[in-house]
C-alpha cells in the first residue's frame, strides 16, 4: 500500500443532497433537501456519538472529539457555523461511512466557498476513515500558524486516517493536506481533482486544475 506524505493536496467537485439518489461525485448543482436539523453542540460529540443515518445537523462551535468515536452514518448532513471545524485529537476517532447513493456531506451553514474550516484529524487512530463523503465550501483558516494548512481535510503531523471516495467542493485553499513525514493517509483512493481549485503535491508550488484527476491507492 502506498502511503502519501508531506502535503499531498487534492480538491474535487461534486454535489451533494441530504437522502439524495445521485450517485457521489455527480456534477450536478449542490441541493440542500434537510427539512428539519438537530443542534449538534460541542459537549455532544468531545466523548464520541453516533449520527444516525439520512439525519441533519447543525453544529454550533468547533466539534473536538477528544476521546471515543464519533460515527457518521449513511446519508447524514452537517452544516457548520462559519470559521467553526471538526477534529480528532488525543484518543478520539471519526468515522464517517457513507454510500455512493448516500454520502456524507459535511458543509458550511453558507452556500459560499471558505464558509468553515474543513475536518482535521490529529489522532492516529486505525479507525479514522471518511468514506465516501463530500466537504462543501471549507478552507475558512489554517490548521496551524503555517498559512499552506488552510484545507479541506487535513492529516496532522502524527494523524493519520483513511480516506476512501472523499470529495471536496469550494475549498477555498486546498483539498487535502497531509502534513509531514509521519501523517498517514491508508488506504486512499478515489479522490478527484476538478474544478479549478488549487492543489500540490510536496513541496511543489501550488497550481489550478480543469480537468478531473484520480489518485488512487
Known sequence: MRSWKAGFVVVAA???????????????????????????????VRSG?????????????????????????EG?????????????????RLKAIGTALNPVVLRGSDDKRGAWVGVGFE?????????????IGAGASAWTGDGDTRAAVYVGRQGGAGLVNVL???????????????????????????????IARGS????SASSETTRAA
Open 76 to 92: 447524514v448532513t452537517i452544516r457548520f457555523a462559519q470559521g467553526s471545524r471538526l477534529r480528532t485529537s488525543g484518543a478520539g
Open 14 to 44: 461534486f454535489a451533494s443532497a441530504c437522502g439524495s439518489s445521485d450517485a457521489i461525485g455527480d456534477p450536478a448543482a449542490v441541493i440542500d433537501s434537510c427539512a428539519a436539523s438537530i443542534r449538534l453542540a460541542p459537549a455532544d
Open 168 to 198: 471536496a467542493s469550494k475549498s477555498d485553499w486546498y483539498g487535502l493536506y497531509l502534513h509531514g513525514e509521519d501523517s498517514r493517509a491508508e488506504p486512499m483512493a478515489g479522490l478527484r481533482v476538478t474544478d479549478s481549485a488549487r
Open 123 to 135: 489522532s492516529d487512530a486505525s479507525d479514522n476513515r471518511l468514506e465516501n463523503v463530500e466537504v
Open 49 to 73: 456519538k453516533a449520527l444516525p443515518p439520512r439525519t441533519c445537523w447543525d453544529a454550533t462551535g468547533d466539534l473536538v472529539v477528544q476521546d471515543g468515536t464519533l460515527a457518521i452514518g
Open 204 to 207: 511543489s508550488p501550488a497550481t
